[in-house]
């Protein structure tokens, strides 16, 4: 198991593999999870859409085939039991913060992460500056970090005071993944299993 009191958040650049990393820890190592993962939905119209869903075991470890780059290609859409709350839509001018975004950051977010921590570890991927604007949100995630039960997560590399403060907490470890490395970064999160 992870470490108890250490959390580990994966940053680097788009694409580099950080989300699929995270689901091939789980599927190799077996583990349960729980938390909030977020994903895009790109449309025909050049738009595309941000997403937030509750994660679990069997969602996170059945997205991705390993020859997969793409977090969005197998979620499924309309799924009762898959409820995706919209964060924000990037029209070509980059994502913006609405009131939308704080209500679903402020009540489905914050009821996710009231209902996580049920299983080996908690999933948060991802973590970036939307948040900002969230007070509610960013407090429960600081809580779940001050907990014992073990955050895999994904932070942006954007520095906020609140990415920051998760950056240098005590019980944070941060990884940076590349294509390079991350089939290393793999082995290492699974060597912290012994």
């Known amino acids: 198991m992870l470490n108890l009191v250490m959390h580990i958040f994966l940053t680097g650049e788009k694409r580099a593999g950080k989300s699929v990393t995270i689901r091939k820890f789980l599927s190799q190592s077996g583990k349960t999870a729980d938390g909030f ?24 470890t ?14 499924p859409e309309n799924d009762k039991n898959f409820p995706a709350y919209i964060l924000s839509v990037d029209d070509g001018r980059g994502l913006s913060f609405s009131e939308k975004t704080l209500e679903v950051f402020e009540t489905y977010g914050v009821d996710i992460l009231n209902n996580s921590g049920n299983n080996d570890l908690i999933i948060m991927d991802e973590l970036g500056f939307l948040e900002t604007k969230a007070p509610l949100f960013r407090e429960k995630v600081m809580q779940k970090i001050e907990d014992n039960i073990p955050i895999l997560g994904v932070i942006k590399a954007s520095k906020t005071e609140f990415l920051e403060a998760i950056r240098y907490h005590p019980k944070v470890t941060v990884k940076e993944v590349t294509e390079d490395n991350r089939n290393e970064v793999l082995k290492w999160l699974l060597s912290k299993e012994s």
């Open 62 to 75: 059945n997205l991705l085939t390993p020859s997969q780059s793409q977090s969005q290609s197998q979620i």
């Open 37 to 60: 993962l977020t994903y895009w939905k790109e449309h025909n119209d050049s738009t595309r859409t941000l997403y937030l869903s509750p994660a679990s075991h069997i969602i996170l």
